[in-house]
């Protein structure tokens, strides 16, 4: 009998220990739960903040690049580029007073170009475009008015633009030859596409390129998955594409629609 009692209260000892054990067991558990928490909190202060350092370094970013814009844009506000002169022995500044002179009826005095010199890799049998620096927009204006002069002979002008606006107006140019395909009249004035006296600008045919780009994708997607079609094919959504002879656009209050 007295070896029973002693191992029921044994057995009870041990018991009290295993739950004191668990207890210990519970709080260390509680305790890294909790510092689990805390350093939960602490990593998405810290990933906060750096998503904060991050956009305020991307507005600081855009507004550098925009002050290096309108810098560039300041230095080539009287340039011209000059593509399809052929490159010889007669040095650049020569050939450039002879074209305005000769072909385009335009007296530019020495001193008003700053200065003339070709751009890009020499390469054989290919002619550098030249940059042309002009003193004043007055010359630069009259040469614009007169380049008409030079069609059919592989001579071209056009303005000395930074990329940013080069791309633009590569895309006013696009949409003005499609409109003008399409039956309309259509050109461009500034930084403006003019189609059948409305105005349009570069963000608002943007947006409904990407409109109409993204409707196609949609809408076409099976059949360019069957047909393997181009990556490219998505690029030149025509935003004024219509039946030959059509003038019916849409108002400007209404983004520009299918023809």
Excluded: C
Aim: aromatic fraction near 6%; hydrophobic fraction near 30%.
């Amino acid at each position: 009998m007295d070896d029973t009692v002693k191992l029921l209260k044994q057995l009870t000892q041990d018991i009290n220990d295993i739950k004191n054990q668990n207890n210990v067991i519970v709080d260390q558990l509680d305790g890294l739960r909790q510092e689990f928490k805390d350093s939960k909190s602490e990593v998405a202060g810290e990933l906060n903040n750096l998503k904060r350092e991050n956009e305020e370094l991307k507005a600081e970013k855009n507004k550098l690049e925009k002050r290096l814009q309108a810098v560039e844009r300041k230095q080539k506000k009287y340039n011209l580029v000059v593509y399809g002169i052929q490159e010889n022995e007669i040095d650049t500044h020569s050939s450039i007073t002879s074209l305005f002179k000769n072909k385009l009826k335009v007296e530019v005095h020495d001193f008003g170009i700053r200065d003339a010199y070709r751009i890009g890799k020499s390469e054989e049998n290919k002619n550098r475009p030249i940059v042309v620096e002009l003193l004043t927009n007055k010359w630069k204006t009259e040469i614009l008015n007169k380049a008409k002069a030079l069609k059919g002979s592989g001579i071209f002008i056009s303005l000395d633009l930074i990329p940013e606006d080069y791309q633009k107006n590569k895309f006013l140019v696009t949409q003005q030859k499609i409109a003008r395909e399409s039956g309309h009249s259509a050109k461009i004035k500034g930084k403006q596409l003019i189609v059948d006296g409305v105005h349009y600008t570069y963000d608002t045919l943007r947006s409904k390129h990407n409109s109409v780009t993204s409707e196609t994708e949609s809408s076409e997607i099976s059949e360019e998955i069957s047909k393997k079609r181009l990556a490219e094919d998505s690029k030149d959504i025509e935003v004024f594409r219509g039946r030959k002879g059509s003038k019916s656009l849409r108002t400007s209050s209404r983004i520009v629609n299918k023809i």
